[in-house]
């Protein structure tokens, strides 16, 4: 109930429940047009948690500001869109599900952790795909690639 609390009023307890939604605004504000630098982000070392998780878009957005992180979003742009290319030009019923799958398994992990970053949705917890820290979601995602890839060399 904390979670749904938060997400309506991110101001009601600041210090509380609300530290981590409040903490992931100032990061993505304070990066503003360009950014503070690479390795210059304060809100990771003490102020956000799981900023390695979670949360990294948020230190992409405060390091490289408005620019880098619209560039970082045209990048899992461009992914998806080669997903959807490979779905599209598939043949065999099989590999077009599976393609459509793995297309649909990044888009809504990438769209779920970027939308809980700029506040739309609750936080959730859904680590951004190749890009957040954490051993079993990195290799599933590159296992899924790997079959999107195999199944576009087969087109």
């Known amino acids: 109930m904390d979670r749904v609390k938060t997400f309506m009023d991110p101001t009601k307890d600041p210090l509380g429940a609300s530290y981590h939604i409040n903490q992931v605004l100032y990061g993505l504000g304070s990066g503003g047009v360009s950014g503070v630098g ?14 390695t998780t979670d949360s990294i ?5 405060e ?23 490979v779905a599209l030009n598939v043949h065999d019923k099989f590999d077009k599900l599976l ?10 992990q990438i769209f779920v952790n970027l939308s809980s970053m700029v506040a739309l ?15 079993s979601s990195l290799v599933t995602n590159f296992i899924a690639l790997g079959l999107l890839i195999n199944i576009s060399k087969r087109v």
């Open 121 to 135: 949705v609750p936080l959730t917890g859904v680590p951004l795909p190749f890009i957040s820290y954490g051993g």
């Open 38 to 51: 690479l390795g210059k982000s304060r809100q990771k070392y003490a102020y956000l948690p799981e900023a």
């Open 99 to 108: 393609s459509s799958s793995i297309t649909l398994l990044f888009l809504i």
């Open 63 to 85: 390091e490289f500001g408005f620019l880098g992180s619209s560039l970082f979003i045209l990048t899992l742009v461009g992914l998806l869109l080669a997903s959807f290319k």
């Open 57 to 61: 878009f948020v230190i992409i957005a």
